[in-house]
T-cell receptor, first 116, second 114 residues
Framework: AQKVTQAQTEISVVEKEDVTLDCVYE???????LFWYKQPPSGELVFLIR??????QNEISGRYSWNFQKSTSSFNFTITASQVVDSAVYFC?????????????FGQGTRLTINP | EAGVAQSPRYKIIEKRQSVAFWCNPI?????LYWYQQILGQGPKLLIQ????????DSQLPKDRFSAERLKGVDSTLKIQPAKLEDSAVYLC????????????FGPGTRLLVL
């Protein structure tokens, strides 16, 4: 099955704390792509990062970092020194071949609340 | 570069009424998607277009939902007649051709069916 699991439904931390959002995926494909999107209260899904299955190099972008480990089928997202503006729902997604078409499969999302 | 545009942003209708949503993708993006996002869940794909052809509509409730992309650019999604359970955010997304290309999403249309 092609599936994404975000086990953390809600996380609440105090500003300036570090926080990690977990993402575990299942796929039979050898070539696939993983994504993280942010959905603020306005509702738009904002693209954060794309990673292909052949590139396990971790990535850092400012306060955001991503840890991709094929051995554990995980693609975790860490926010360092969190800020109130980071409050949003975060979705992990997998693009894989499903019924002959490339489809984006989303996790259930993690609602992150950063308290001042 | 302009993003994906959607209208209206909000719509309230009564059950059994009809409603239509419009989407204009990012210029040059051949692939267009419509998703339904129910509160507290991740987006669910309804239909995928490649230019003006349907690639996948396996999860579109065809008895009441229809979508078209006649000229391969903008698209409309219609619900007729609406049910209470159609209350959701309807998201449009587009991307360039190529397996690794990123989908970019519009702001969505929030539909409330009373």
């Amino acid at each position: 099955a092609q599936k994404v699991t975000q086990a953390q439904t809600e996380i609440s931390v105090v500003e300036k704390e570090d926080v990690t959002l977990d993402c575990v995926y299942e796929t039979r494909d050898t070539t696939y792509y993983l994504f993280w999107y942010k959905q603020p209260p306005s509702g738009e899904l904002v693209f954060l990062i794309r990673r292909n299955s052949f590139d396990e190099q971790n990535e850092i972008s400012g306060r955001y970092s991503w840890n991709f480990q094929k051995s554990t089928s995980s693609f975790n997202f860490t926010i360092t020194a969190s800020q109130v503006v980071d409050s949003a729902v975060y979705f992990c997604a997998l693009r894989a071949l499903i019924q002959g078409a490339q489809k984006l499969v989303f996790g259930q999302g993690t609602r992150l609340t950063i308290n001042p | 570069e302009a993003g994906v545009a959607q209208s209206p942003r909000y719509k309230i209708i009564e059950k059994r009424q009809s409603v239509a949503f419009w989407c204009n993708p990012i210029s040059g993006h051949a692939t267009l998607y419509w998703y339904q996002q129910i509160l507290g869940q991740g987006p669910k794909l309804l239909i995928q277009f490649q230019n003006n052809g349907v690639v996948d509509d396996s999860q579109l409730p065809k008895d009441r939902f229809s979508a078209e992309r006649l000229k391969g650019v903008d698209s409309t999604l219609k619900i007729q007649p609406a049910k209470l359970e159609d209350s959701a955010v309807y998201l449009c997304a587009s991307r360039r051709q190529g397996p690794g290309e990123t989908q970019y999403f519009g702001p969505g249309t929030r539909l409330l069916v009373l």
